[in-house]
């Protein structure tokens, strides 16, 4: 399984961190997949984050699971509301065509009846 999770860089005491792709059986720091961003907590103010939001949305998409450390930060960033959103309005259009397919195919209602009796 690909997960989406923090890389340790920087000196000692004074750490970085790089948001990559990689196997969840591979160590904290070992070979990735790709690199998808950064974290510098340490800076004044806010910390620093920078996400490469498209390739994000593919991992995501190719069901890439982010470690809870990363889910707070894409949190953070709106990311994560902003795939919620495109999902829910995905799967509202779905359901719209399903609705208008079934509107097409079934008759009308005034030849379900049958013939009229007088």
């Known amino acids: ?55 994000v949305l593919y991992w995501l998409g190719v069901g890439a699971q982010p470690s809870e450390t990363v889910r707070s930060l894409l949190r953070r960033t709106g990311l994560l509301a902003r795939l919620d959103q495109e999902r829910r309005d995905a799967y509202l259009r779905q359901a719209l065509e399903r609705r208008s397919l079934e509107e097409d195919r079934s008759p009308a209602r005034g030849e379900e009846e049958g013939p009229a009796r007088a």
């Open 1 to 55: 399984m690909v997960r989406l999770r923090l890389m340790r860089m920087g000196r000692r005491h004074a750490p970085t961190y790089r948001i990559v792709a990689i196997d969840s059986r591979m160590r904290r720091d070992g070979r990735f997949l790709e690199i998808v961003g950064h974290y510098n907590p340490r800076t004044s103010g806010d910390p620093e984050i920078v996400i490469k939001e498209d390739r």
